[in-house]
């Protein structure tokens, strides 16, 4: 296993195991640079999304970095307030125009409409899933996905006749959300680890300090490590060139197995409070 390393997709088709994210980089140069430096650093996917506001320099940064686009997997995502049919089409395009890009690897809806606020959730989600899929099907994004499902929500797309094939969710030491990435792996749907290090959140808890001792690495590779080992992709986010190599460094050790489980056991620990049960 090397920082190239992949999980297969429902389609056949691959995704590496760790992401450059690109959420709350400035667009244009900033992002550009930051893409540019990523790449050249190891990373192939860049996860970006219509909300993160920097597409345009997403689409720089793929452009000037040197590679040809066959050897990047670029993701992006929908935003809620484009839910249903017509919307999420208009934003894929929209989207697509910024980047300046062909296709797209992967696109995601950002989160669900949720049940506390719509009436209509299921048939909001399920519009934007057949938007979704039928760029799938006519070649324009080469796998398709959604970010906070939880079950309840990745059922009635499920029932429509395709699976999605990845769900990014708040994942990290202190918030794993067992129930939905059993459901997923259970299913086949690549789990995406969104905020993997808890937004920093969790660098200063004290059993993963302790770890990070122990196996002589950072507490951020720590996390990471504890991602890969439980088949999730982690994206997480840097424009330091330390951190961003250190972050792709994750395939020369393993944890064991009882450190992984004291891990699993921690108690809920920098949790962002975002519940896509009110958030959606
Ligand atoms: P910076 O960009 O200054 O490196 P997450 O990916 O969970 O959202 O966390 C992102 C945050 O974690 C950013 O503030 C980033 O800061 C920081 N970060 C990323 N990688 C590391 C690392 N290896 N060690 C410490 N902090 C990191």
Redesign the pocket.
């Known amino acids: 296993m090397d920082h190239f390393a992949t999980y297969p997709l429902l389609n056949g088709l691959t995704i590496p195991q760790v992401g450059f ?1 690109t ?1 709350q980089i400035a667009d244009g140069e900033p992002t550009a640079e930051a893409v540019v430096a990523a790449v050249k650093a190891g990373y192939r996917l860049i996860d970006t999304a219509a909300r993160y506001n920097n597409e345009t320099g997403v689409g720089m940064g793929v452009r000037r970095c040197g590679l040809d686009r066959s050897e990047l997997f670029i993701t992006s995502k929908v935003w809620g307030t484009e839910r249903g049919y017509d919307k999420t089409m208009a934003s894929f395009e929209a989207s697509m125009d910024r980047l300046g890009l062909d296709y797209l690897d992967l696109f995601l809806i950002h989160w669900p409409a949720c049940e506390s606020k719509y009436t209509d959730w299921k048939e909001q989600n399920l519009g934007s899933w057949r938007a979704l899929k039928e760029l799938y099907a006519a070649g324009r994004v080469k796998a398709i996905g959604v970010a906070n499902f939880m079950p309840k929500y990745l059922q009635p797309l499920m029932d429509d006749g395709m699976v999605p094939m990845v769900n990014q969710i708040e994942f ?1 030491p202190g918030y794993m959300q067992k129930e939905c990435v059993d459901f997923c792996q259970a299913n086949g749907i690549v789990v995406e680890a ?7 959140r969790v ?1 200063d808890h004290p059993l993963l300090v302790e770890l990070a001792a122990k196996y002589d690495k ?4 720590i996390c990471l490590r504890w991602c890969l080992q439980h088949n999730v992709l982690a ?6 060139p330390e ?1 961003l190599a ?2 792709l460094d994750l395939y020369g050790f393993e944890i064991a197995a009882d450190d992984m489980a004291r891990i699993d056991a921690m108690p809920e620990y920098g949790y962002s409070g975002i519940d896509p049960e009110v958030f959606g």
């Open positions: 994210g959420s990290h969104w905020s993997p290090l808890g937004r920093r660098l950072s507490v951020a590779q994206i997480p986010k840097t424009v330091n951190r250190q972050n």
